[in-house]
């Protein structure tokens, strides 16, 4: 695909209003190469007309975009016009909007869970909602950016990771893709600020109810996820902390015999090239180096076959916005990082 | 008064499953000469029929108490059977529900804002509800332990302070009372944790919405009750800030002319004997010092006729519940510390 | 053992003015059984000739005792005049203080790590200094109190668990003396708050610095500690993170075929009468919920075979000194959480 | 002075390692027209010879820089090479280092305070040194970028405001110089992160030790730079809170009578084309809403001729490092945002 001239591929954002929404809406008006079509949320939602910058006053200087009611009149003006439309709604509502924008000939960019787990079966375990489009479900590409890049640039239907999904995987990947994992199963424990609960009133989130504590044990939606996409069984252990945004993902894994450090840092070789991921051996990521930047810290460490690694990531970025950003780039034959640094 | 034999004296909690509600549970749980006659909550609550443990697990060791629906039955056995009301409701609710446990010649105290006003006019503007019982606030005491204590230990109905105007009358009232303070205005720069907002869910107290941020500028309802209190012009700003428990108010006020630090020595003398007022001239308190411990902690500094007077205390203790023990501690005749330290 | 008048016996604390020895001395201070002798630092310490309660203003109302510095004269008055020493000192330091004590016919109490291992050989790896005190050693009673009560009442030298330890083992034991466990290595996840490393300048500690990260990976000096005490091999990774108190462990065992749900049940069942263990099943302890508290809280879940119990307790208090309460009224024949709640 | 192309411009940075120094890096970095000489520390500095990345793992990505000795052959490389030094290091050290870049023909932008009070007679009294360049004290122009742009933009010297200062003047000179404030002093109330403190070991600011707490009473260094900057009484009260970034000012102030809210309005006009200056007159300013940018937010409530503006800036940002650029920004001609946005 050609390099597109700034600002000629139009992106129109749904579900605008919410954490992801809105740090989304900020990359996208920021980016040399995407001209923002509009910032969308329900036609019901008591959100509709306001500024984005009136929710979110720390963009006051750069999001002075109104939210607006996504009626008929303008869905019919997005299909017409818009290139691009990015779903940052509930999963049910991403799995109702995504069909009539596609069959319209646009690009979806799904940041919810709508279409991440393999088969429609998946959805009514782990996601509460019968599952009616088993034909896009099945031409949606994973966007895990640096895994699918070229699956990402053909899609049409791109379903982005969700945030412990990415944590996870990007630090598991290159292991099960090089060989090195046993066949037992890979322990994740997970710990996540509370903006991965979205921007609602809840008493579990009110601030005077945080500190650390486990939840969705054995249960949580993101454990087929992970399984699908990596081929291997996970038991993932999400935690709630008390910090605003950030996720550390600790895993526990076993490698198979006679694994050397060498193929350890081979296997992370396939890294090495990219500008989003900050790998180093024995790093030690910290939720505060990650918090409001694009990347995903990676280190690991090693005893006999036990192995750990360490992956931190801004949830609402690499766990969300920034890769979707990520996949955009992609379809647009942009650098990755484009817009992002 | 006689001292009460231990656990003869019998207290009711309404609107227990709020913050202020649970610890007061607590302590009148634990308090050797109380005994807990019921936690009650409104008759629709879904929180009825649970355990208070079950909302607040740090107490799960000593709340296994059932929160009941305050039906009509229940009124009417409390009204028999308790001595004390305590009412941690929403204020019009206590307003609603005070005279009938006062005619019933129970002794109510009340930790809403319900009858701390001076008189039924203020209620409107302040807390936007008529307040129709002008007769049971003229009888209302205001319950700052150390500054009333006759007067609670005799009243009917204690209206207990609250949170912000404790820690701002607790540092002003001995320079009041000692005539040291110029005519000019106090003012009162405070933060508060987010307990202050109450037990609900809210936009405005998720975890991810906190930082430090000022609010109600000019409005807030406990500017009224300072004022009346202290008998001086005051402007009062309250702050959110993102910790869960705790009050710090910085007072800034002008002392008259010649005013020696012996003055000032002099005037906070009348906490010497205070079990609950640790009293420090050159102190600095800090939030950490006071959370989850009955006391108000006090430090002035001063430049000439400048005065800075820093005054902490837990907002649901000093600033609530613990408040409201002492209270009730006068009234039987015990010291005023009783059950809480 | 004959129940011991109040106030008959007396205990000095030796290193008192870290962030354990200061809870120590308040619940010393506090016990109604106990007497405090005295407070002491290193003589050559800063600290030394202040008020405890000059360093934790949050004591200011029960800590106004002196910091004595550890001359000859002052260890020959505790020798003659004290009960027992609590050593709330440097690993190394207690290992050199200890044997005087217990020499001179007192009750040593160690809340170091001094004498937790079970021979001197493990001490130059993980504790970086030769153990001389092979003998002590071997005396040495490991002071987890729930589980060896009788050993603890009868030690002259009780070695008082570790905080990750005590919130690993409080969660395992249960398991491994039922023989729910298969071999297989136990992972223990654990999040510990910032008082954890102690009171003293560090960058590492430094406000800014902190936020959520892994640390000693490997070669913690708890890992050694656990795996004797529970006899089945662990990997133990614990995080540092930015609130001031607590730990949350994280714990992921397998269990043996045919492990049913009554037989964990029956093996939680060692707590049912323990007052200071709140066991609950399906619980998900969380931070805010033990801080401050001399609780362990414990809850588990299953799937199959794998089984995540999690583990919350005040690394301050059960992770050091309310277990030194508990192993002294072991000692003294009082009920275990006496002055503790 | 006309447009520099892109990277002509060289800048050195005395005192990389600390957390101005490390943004301020960051920002130089990353600017179209700047090209960064080098990161110097002190000569013998523990970090000489690391990499900035390694301290700071969040600028891993950007910050791969070598934090060099400042050697003497170093000071010459600079001063034949180098166009214009940041100092970033304390202050009795910038008064030392600045006069000889000075006298060598470089520009010199100071971040201490070693250059911002009016005289030399200031410093012993609030930085406990003699200051003995009293010819180069009258140099220095006071680098607050929005209100001496010219002056800034032909000095040699530029002393770049204080933290404190910065919020409170940014807040309060347009309303002295709309000669809208009474004489009465004006009350800053201000609350700031614990970056502040610097990047060093202290047990003030260890994680543990921080909740909230005034400190500096009546003799905080920033009161005479706020008075002789604004040419009006002030009284400032700093507090430390236990995040890591941001400062609110709440700032209390009296109006001249007959003044207008459109009075206020005029005089705020002087931000309107200012794009680092978000004002808004009903506004209330979070710490959350500016971390990490370089913007100051302000917010005004008025009643009667009692007045409060609200500000917030990141305290590392527009309190030190996006201020530098701005100025230097200003000194090349170039729009004042150049790099920060």
Known sequence: MQY?????????IIGASGYVGAELSRLVQQHPALSLFGCYVSEHSS??????????????HCLKIPLQGLTDNEKSSIKHQADTVFLCT????????????????????????????DAVEDYPPFYGFEHKQAHWLRQAVYG??????????????????????TASLMALLPLKKAGLLKSSKVIINAVSGV?????KASLATQGA?????????????HTPEITQQLQHEVLFTPHLAQFPRGILATLYAELNDDTSDTDLTSAYQCYAEQPLVRFKKLARPAIKDVVQQP???????RQGNQLIVLSAIDNLLKGAASQAIQCINLQLGLPVEEGLL
């Open 4 to 12: 597109q001239p700034a600002s000629s591929h139009s992106a129109a």
């Open 47 to 60: 959100d509709a007309g306001t500024l984005l910058s009136d929710l979110y006053p720390q963009y006051a």
């Open 90 to 117: 509930e999963h049910n509502i991403s799995v109702a909007l995504a069909p009539e924008f596609l069959e319209a000939g646009l690009k979806v960019i799904d940041l919810s869970g709508g279409f991440r787990l």
């Open 144 to 165: 895990l950016a640096e895994w699918y890049p070229h699956e990402i640039a053909e899609a049409q239907l791109v379903a982005v990771p969700g945030c412990y999904p």
């Open 195 to 199: 903006t991965g609960a979205g921007r």
């Open 209 to 221: 109810e945080l500190s650390l504590q486990a939840y969705g044990l054995f249960e949580h939606r």
């Open 295 to 301: 990347f995903v810290d990676i280190g690991w460490h």
